[in-house]
């Protein structure tokens, strides 16, 4: 049978560096960014609680204070990177809420970017990165938390799997370079630490002198609120005064303090348990090192996606203080763990759901399922990420 001209055209391919697609591949690729896009801008107009309880006042402050000039006030509990966006954005921007979503919506495409990569660094397929991509991009965490509540977390998370991108091809410097950039926007890029120690006890990649990228970086980060005229000590301590602002054991994250009734307003003995927790929870991270250490086992790319998403997930499953959407990194995650195995997707669907739910009683004041039943859904797929992880290490050990 004579081939299509159509067939032709599509299937022709084209390279870019190293990566050869077909040319329905970029077609594909362009109607998803455009589509994507679509569902994104009709979220545009909703005000969540926090833009207009937090975001919005912000802005007035920044422009009431003279834009750059106001970089000397405390006016949020953000770091210095994001409100320098925000600072920029008081100058160009006219709508506000547009504004500050598009640069979520921004770096969920580049973080889209990012997983495309990591899927073509594993599997050299182009079929899966682009599949990745997609996922990501349609992911119903990843819509919400940036074009419908108008917060952040796709920056610090963006950075992070730009890091991971970087381990995998066995570049420390430029890994840690992104983990520290991560690190400026928000703490919370601590949850893929644990991983990243676990890989530096075993040479894998990561060297301990560029985690020194991480206090540089930061310090490097504060520097012009500081030339304005913000409080060297309050800069540094940022993060120290963000922990102390929530004692409860978990702040509607199904986690571990959920069924221990931790939770807003119904905690108990929040200081008690959280310290407990804390503990229990570094210690556990400690045991999974000690064990792994221990073994001989081939890091494949697989065991290391594996290794990276058990890690997360136990971290914020046994953390406290945890808020709605601290698992967001653990969804990035499993996009990556459940594309380049399909038949563990239904894991990451999973994961996703769980986050949805865990965002509706911000978002609309509704809890459909109750937080200890998400908890123990959360704590069923730890359980098998881990037992996966197990057998991966059993099949590797040299």
Known sequence: MQERFIDKVLTKQIKIKNIELKVIDIAFVLCLFVFAFMIRWKLMPIES???????????????????????????????????????????????????????????????????????????????????????????????????????????????????????????????????????????????????????????????????????????????PAWITGRNLGDLLGIYFDQADNYPWGTLEYPNIYALLGEVIPDMRHAAEVSGAGMYATIMLLGCIAYYIYQKNVMLTQELAVTLALFMVAVTVYGLPHMHDRYGFLIDLLAIIYGVYRVKRFPVTCGFMLISVLTFMPYLIAVHVVPIQYLAIAQFTLIIYVGYDLYQQIVENTL
């Not at 890091?163 to 926007?185: E, H, P, T």
């Open 49 to 223: 609680a926090d833009y207009f309880g937090f975001l919005e006042p912000w802005m007035e402050e920044i422009r009431e204070n003279g834009g750059f000039a106001s970089l000397s006030l405390e006016i949020s509990n953000y770091t210095s990177p994001y409100m320098y966006i925000m600072t920029l954005l008081s100058y160009i921007s006219t709508n506000d809420l547009y504004a500050l979503k598009l640069v979520s919506v921004f770096f969920d495409y580049m973080a889209s970017v990012a997983v495309f990569l990591i899927l073509w660094e594993m599997t050299e397929n182009v079929q899966k990165a682009v599949f990745g991509m997609a996922v990501l991009l349609l992911s119903p965490t990843v819509i919400l938390d940036s074009a419908y509540w108008c917060q952040c977390d796709i920056i610090y998370t963006c950075f992070l799997l730009f890091s991971l991108y970087f381990f995998f091809r066995d570049d420390s410097n430029k890994s840690m370079i992104f983990f520290a950039i991560s690190f400026a926007f928000k703490l919370q890029s601590l949850f893929l630490l644990p991983f990243y120690i676990i890989m530096w006890l075993k040479k894998k990649t990561i060297k301990l002198r560029h985690l020194l990228w991480v206090p540089m970086i930061y310090v490097i980060s504060i520097i």
